[in-house]
Every structure is written in C-alpha cells, then in structure tokens.
C-alpha cells in the first residue's frame, strides 16, 4: 500500500547565478579547465525558481556579490530554525565573504538571533534538519566542534554523522531529509559507526545506490510529498515514486560543475511557531 504523502508549504531563500563560473577547486567535482556558462547556469536555476512557487513554496532571494560565484549555493550560508540563524563560517578563503552577505540579509529582516559562528560550519551544507533534531556532517568541512555550538544556538539536539568519501564532502550530498521522521542516504558516504547511528534512527530509510549518489540524486529537496532532484537520477526518482511521493526531475547541470545541485541552491528559512491570534 503507497503512503499518502502532504506537502507542507516552504519559505526558501535563494541566490542568483549571477556570477557562476569555476575559477578554482575546493571539492572534487569543480576544474577551472572546464568552460562553464553562466547564462545557461542561470537558466537552469531560474527553472528551480519558478517550480517552487508553482508548488505554492515562498522563495526570498539574496543579491549576487560580485567576485563570489559559489554564493549560488545559498544552502552553505547559514541553518535557520525557529527563526534563530546560525550564520556559517567556510573553511575555504574563497568563500569567506558569503557569510558577511548572509548576515546582512538576516540582520536587515530582523530574525530574532544572528550569530556569526565560531567554529567552522557551512550551514545547511551539513546541518539537516529532521524533525526535533538536527542531523550534522563532519569530515570534509565542518569542524565536529561546531555540532555543540549549532546545539546551543539552534536549540535542537544534533546528531554528528561523519564523512568519508571527498566525493560527498557535504551531509547533503549524500542524504536527503524526506519528511521529519524519513530519509534518503548513501551508505557508502559515511564511516561504519554513521552508518549504524543512521540504521537505528531510520531503519526504513531509502539506501541509494552510487550512480544515484554520483549525480546528485541525494542533494535534493522535500516538501513532505514532492522531492526535486536531479533528473538524471532515474533509479532514485523511481523508488521515491515506489514510497508515495511525487519525484520531480530538474537539470542543473551547469551547477553541478561547482558541486552542487537542487539542495545546494535552496536555504530553507524556518520560522517558529505563531503564537496564539497568529503573532510570532
């Protein structure tokens, strides 16, 4: 019997590809020898875009900055809970500037808590949120000590997973939240002790295979019944179907030279529950 599936409406922020190109390497899937192209990078996104309203989702966008090509990956630029923010804080040079932008943009609109953090964390890049938890990548770019922190700031209990393959150098690569108590994963991603905490949280998790994983399929996006991913993860869009919910294939392709994809793109704002008559 097929699950009924919800979806739940989102309110996401997003960056414009503006200025996408790939100049330098900081993860195995980006090589400044390959011509890239920013007007088809910004076609593509601008396809992401507009399925996200049409699914009935709130999408906020940030400004460009000029000089900051990764900033597209909006989901690295902090994790939001409950309207408390955790600003990141990137272990590569290249991308340090992000987090001042991203601070501005929440400091501007008034979020109850904007903390630049101390410890080096690259936000929804390995910070998942499920639930009343919060699932944490560590291994490639966020420091394990940060966990503690996003702890403490965010007010969730965090789970630390480590990673292991540089492929997947982000927990969202590798693993999608599919609703608060579901999730999608590659096992291959993750040390042997990950792989038993992920068993015993989710042991009916969707296990991916690696040509799924290889492309992306993992750095996807849940509404509770729609799932984008992207479309070349075939195999994968057909046993979400299997489950009840409703694949949605996207091409991002020019993106993914940078190392990312549909998750990539998509920092999901979290609001706190409104109170009783609907104030926050």
């Given at each position: 019997m ?9 309110h ?8 996408f190109?790939v ?5 195995p ?12 990078a910004?076609l593509q ?13 709130t ?7 000029p000089?900051?090509p ?12 409950d309207?408390?923010?955790l600003?990141?804080?990137?272990r ?15 400091e ?17 890049g390995?910070y998942?949120?499920?639930?009343d ?5 560590t ?9 503690a922190?996003?702890?403490q700031?965010?007010?969730?209990p965090v ?8 492929r997947?150098y ?23 002790e990950?792989?038993?905490?992920l ?10 295979e ?13 509404d ?11 195999n994968?869009?057909d ?8 694949p ?21 704002l ?10 926050r």
């Amino acid at each position: 019997m097929t699950t009924q599936r919800t979806a739940r409406p989102r309110h996401y922020l997003m960056c414009r590809p503006s200025h996408f190109t790939v100049t330098y390497q900081i993860n195995p899937w980006m090589d400044p020898a390959k011509p890239t192209d920013t007007a088809l990078a910004v076609l593509q996104w601008e396809r992401l875009y507009a399925l996200y309203q049409e699914l009935g989702h709130t999408v906020e966008l940030i400004d460009p900055v000029p000089g900051l090509p990764d900033m597209v990956y909006s989901a690295n630029g902090a994790t939001v809970l409950d309207d408390r923010v955790l600003v990141a804080n990137f272990r590569h040079a290249e991308r340090k500037d992000e987090a001042a932008a991203y601070q501005a943009w929440f400091e501007q609109r008034g979020y109850q808590v904007v903390h630049a953090a101390r410890h080096t964390n690259e936000g929804e890049g390995d910070y998942l949120v499920a639930g009343d938890r919060i699932l944490a990548g560590t291994g490639f770019r966020t420091d394990l000590a940060a966990h503690a922190e996003a702890e403490q700031v965010l007010g969730a209990p965090v789970v630390s997973l480590t990673l292991v393959d540089p492929r997947f150098y982000h927990l969202d690569t590798a693993l999608a939240v599919l609703d608060d108590g579901e999730v999608m994963y590659y096992p291959g991603a993750f040390s042997p002790e990950s792989r038993e905490v992920l068993r015993e949280l989710y042991p009916d998790a969707l296990l991916a295979e690696e040509a799924d994983a290889e492309v992306f399929g993992l750095n996807a996006v849940s509404d509770g019944r729609n799932v984008l991913l992207p479309e070349t993860a075939g195999n994968l869009a057909d046993r979400l179907a299997d489950r009840g919910f409703t694949p949605i294939g996207v091409d991002l392709s020019e993106l993914l030279k940078g190392g990312g994809s549909v998750k990539c793109c998509t920092l999901e704002l979290r609001h706190a529950p409104a109170a009783p008559g609907g104030a926050r």
